[in-house]
């Protein structure tokens, strides 16, 4: 099943009238800026998908900045999108990608069999001449999907301190060397982790490189398989955008430490490495 959708089939799918759901992932608990960016403007056909409120959980210490949501929660905004067994659901977003990353992973992870990740985004659909639409987006219609977790492979805290395979961070290389944190208590990595930024899975219109350049990648830092490897960011966004390039490649899925930096870093008690 194909992970990717592009800009040029999905306009060509709206202008034809199909009934995939797109969702615009955006993020607003923290900026407030997401349901007004998604109101000023998105693709046609599109539901608002609140990355911080659907996707999430409540932040703390104990568990990172960005915990997996509940099945309450999840069922909540299924019903909230309508979704459907029978329909495609579509996730894209108007950053870098890395919201829809998410989306797609936290759908997956729910059981949700049928989705698909806009390459480029709406950054992309825009440079093309695709125009976008202003208002509250399409009504939902009655779905017949409610979440059902456990469908990704995760690690918790604990797989993580016992884990003697490969630990993948995929933040930018100044946060993995402890240059520089805006986000989380301390600066640095987890001790033994090899870092491959999420950026540099992309080409500059923010479409994903190629399947076979994304394995050259992932083999300069000794991933040729997913078996063994745990992979994680600050709390589950570029990381989710790392293992989807892993599946383009052909590498396969994974294990998700979703709790990542923010939730590591938060205990005194654990070790951080600095450095390249």
């Known amino acids: 099943m194909s992970i990717l959708i592009s800009v040029e089939e999905l306009a060509e799918r709206i202008h034809a009238g199909s009934n995939n759901i797109i969702l615009a992932c955006l993020w607003e608990a923290h900026s407030g800026s997401g349901f007004p960016a998604f109101n000023s403007e998105h693709i046609s056909t599109s539901r608002f998908c609140d990355v911080a409120l659907a996707l999430s959980s409540v932040p703390s210490s104990k568990t990172g900045r960005n915990p997996l949501p509940t099945k309450a929660n999840l069922d909540r905004w299924f019903r909230r999108w309508g979704l459907d067994s029978k329909r495609q659901v579509v996730v894209y977003d108007n950053f870098k990608g890395l919201y829809a990353a ?26 093309k001449g695709h125009q976008t639409l202003g208002g509250p987006g399409n009504l939902s219609t009655p779905g017949d999907l409610t979440a059902d977790l456990g469908h990704m492979p995760t690690a918790t805290i604990e797989d993580v301190k016992a884990h003697n395979g490969i630990l993948l961070d995929a933040r930018e290389a100044n946060r993995f060397a402890g ?14 982790a090899v870092n491959v930024p999420s950026r540099d899975l992309l080409q500059e219109d923010g479409t994903f490189k190629s399947a ?8 300069n830092v000794g991933i040729t398989s997913a078996d063994n490897v745990i992979a994680y960011s600050g709390s589950g966004n570029h990381s989710a955008q790392a293992i989807i390039a892993m599946n383009i490649a052909g590498i396969g899925t994974p294990r998700h430490y979703v709790g990542g930096w923010s939730q590591w870093c938060a205990d005194p008690k654990n070790p951080v490495e600095r450095g390249e």
Do not use: N, T
């Not at 759908?107 to 440079?127: I, N, P, R, S, T």
């Open 179 to 192: 240059r520089k944190e805006f986000l989380d208590l301390k600066a640095g990595h987890i001790p033994g």
């Open 102 to 127: 998410r989306a797609w992973w936290v759908l997956k992870w729910a059981g949700v069999e049928d989705v698909v990740y806009l390459d480029g985004g709406q950054k992309l659909w825009e440079a």
């Open 212 to 219: 076979e350049e994304l394995r050259e990648i992932f083999a």
